[in-house]
């Protein structure tokens, strides 16, 4: 057997060791089954959110069956192809010589409505389209015959009874594609808060498990408490974008390919935004989830240590709900600028075109200072707390604790 | 060499170290021993950086450990820890590459490791399939991957069946002959007299013997004597002055000594008492010193 290697001098720099780190967890995650799992059924989730409104939305126009009966039914059944409400409906009729096999065929479901001079025949109940279609095809012939009557004929008679219909001008006319890409950015935030919540637990349980399993202790002989936080926080979160950019593409291919959703001008770049938010989300929330997990020496632990992280989330998706609904609203306005719900709420506000330059540049510095703050308690809490494998852990310990952060 | 200098450390009320000071040499295998809470761990766990001390220093080849010196050091922390899920190779060369090899190197040095420590057949498999005893085998491997020239081994033999004591004291004798510094606590005192050159005993915190096993051992000798007279009455030795007991064994007795008797005096009391055919001074076992020290 030859010598085996010996290392001479130690030239790991920081970088490196921070970079040993996030390969370790990127090929020890990915490797898991649960991984593959979880990630195929999230894609099946995504693609029946992306499909779905394409199959189910275009069913085409609207069918009615309507008979007419005796001498009046021809130019009654001509009116009822005449009269536009506007709507995607299209209308068959059928003249019909008697009353009693016009009662037979709505009664066996053949006609939805038959007209009788001045009497609809329903089996329930006449419904609000049909009944506004039948009214005016009814008192568009009355109105051709009392012209007729009164001599009016021709050019004139149109004119009274299909005058051109009014213009609409509208003062604020709603923006189809800001609309679309509001709906599809709204979509995206739920993934981001999945995605956040979903990984930055994942740190946190990884904090504690290699606490529970004590190779803490040999890490930590070899390299400091801040290169190894560091190299999880960035080795889990780049997974969990890697997983967002994934979604995202494969639900925006599908949903165009399935005639869901027409690509939205701008869509990449409102997107993008939602992806950069998330990365200022997954940095402040899996800090905080460290700390929890830096308390806590056993998983069972974790569940009421992470506990107000938690709930400081729950809080952030009530306000991007409030933001998906009303984006120029107060509730949006209000918690986009508290740091920890600004990473949901503001992609949002801004798909809308809601939030002036002003207010996002001051939010974003508002977040990344928070970040700074967070990230930096976070690192000193990991340091005291890593180490103690036993029992809870108060954060004024583990922050008193911290010998070389 | 390692060396630590009047080292205290306290927890609140508990003073964990006491100004201990002891040193090990390149190719020096020194054994830690003391009951539990003397202080061991402590003592340990504040070389690999892993607790602050109080007053004192450490220092490896003359200098205080850096972050560098630090990840050369190859450690087995008391309480056993490797990640349960991973790979036993992927594992060895994670911690290779972390303790400063490079990426070939470490490559290289966990293969050599689970051939050496035979779990060659295992190293493909998660450490959690593995039995105790081969997870142990790993986490010494994870401690001798990259060479290290200093060893901080806590109780490395415990829950080691027979072969893996064998094993495990063959690597030992073989990094010390390749120049390491080995230091490792233990309990079992009869391996720590054969494997190791020199002793630190830890009682409360304080050193209270450190050095050679061997003048140790003579320097606590001369406490007992082993004397054979022919001819004498079997209670020669009773009531003599400086002798505190004799306890008779196979024709010859055992004295011990109260710390000002005169060895010569009792020399000439067996010389009266018959022919004196053996007069040993009697050097005790390392357990037997270990009691003395620490229980006196």
Redesign the interface.
Known sequence: MTDPPVATSSGLTSRQAVFLVIRRELRERTRQRSFAISTGVTLLIVLAIAILPGLLGDDGPREYDVGVVGASGPPLAEALQRVDLGRDIKVSTRVLQERSEAERLVEDGDLDVAIDGDTVIVREELEGDLEALVQLANRDVRTQQALAAAGVSGEQAVAITDPPPLRTDALDPPNQAQDDRRGLVTFGVFFVFGQIFGYGFAVASSVVEEKSSRVVELLLAKIRPSQLLTGKIVGVGALGFAQLVLYFGVGLVAAVASGSTDMPPGLGGALALVLGWFLLGFALYSALFAMAGAVASRVEELQNTSSPITFLIMAGYIGTVAAAGDPGGAVARVTSFFPFWAPLVMPIRMAAGEAPAVEVGVVTALVVASIVVVVRLAARIYAGGALRTRGRIKLKEAFADAARP | MLELQDVTRRYGDVVALDGVSFAVQHGEMRGLVGRNGAGKTTAMRIV?????PDAGQVRLNGSAVD???????G?M?E????????RVL?QLD?????????AA??K??AK??V??LGVADRAEDRLDELSLGNQQRVQLA?AL????DLLVLDEPFSGLDPVGVDVLSAVLREEAARGAAVVFSSHQLELVEQLCDGVTILDKGKVVADGGIKELRMRHGGRRLRIRVQGAAHDWAQGLAGVSAVHPDDGEVVLELADDADTQQVLDAARSAGRVEAFMPMSPSLAELFREVVES
């Not at chain 2, 690999?48 to 602050?52: D, K, P």
């Not at chain 2, 972050?67 to 050091?73: E, K, T």
């Not at chain 2, 309480?79 to 991973?86: I, N, Q, S, T």
């Not at chain 2, 994670?94 to 490079?102: A, E, K, M, P, V």
């Open positions: 690999l950086g892993l607790a602050e972050d560098a010196a630090r990840r050369r050091i450690y922390p309480e056993r820890g490797l990640y349960p899920k991973m992927d994670f911690f290779g590459q972390l303790s400063g090899l490079t190197d470490a290289a040095a050599h490791w051939e050496r994870a991957v990259h060479g290290p």
